[in-house]
Nanobody
């Protein structure tokens, strides 16, 4: 059982930055591709970024491309989401999720592939 714990959320001003962390407890994260999702009130959950288990392959949603960067440090068992140039529309609860990955270059875009989820961390961006 992989337990994921997100941290780093909080309040930021438009144009500001935050770094979210997703730490795994009880199990190494290496066999898993990891993604960040977000859900704003009244909206559907959306995938923000995904990263392969090696960290060599990543993908970012169009709405955050060029502003957010997903990365991972397997030695620290942690995945990060660096968020720059924040906008009010980035306000949401952010979740990290892990999916068993058959090879080092795989990541998934569908939430259904992810077996383990964190509890979420709130990000609020003020105008």
């Amino acid at each position: 059982q992989v337990q994921l714990v997100e941290s780093g959320g909080g309040l930021a001003q438009t144009g500001g930055s935050l770094r979210l962390s997703c730490a795994a407890a009880g199990h190494t994260l290496y066999p898993y591709s990891v993604a960040w999702f977000r859900q704003a009130p009244g909206k559907e959950r959306e995938l923000v970024a995904a990263i392969s288990r090696s960290g060599g392959d990543t993908s970012h949603a169009g709405s955050v491309k060029g502003r957010f960067t997903i990365s991972r440090d397997n030695a620290k068992n942690t995945v990060y989401l660096i968020m720059n140039q924040l906008k009010p529309e980035d306000t949401a609860v952010y979740y990290c999720a892990a999916a068993p990955s058959p090879n080092t270059g795989t990541y998934y875009w569908n939430a259904e592939n992810y077996d383990y989820w964190g509890q979420g961390t709130q990000v609020t961006v003020t105008a």
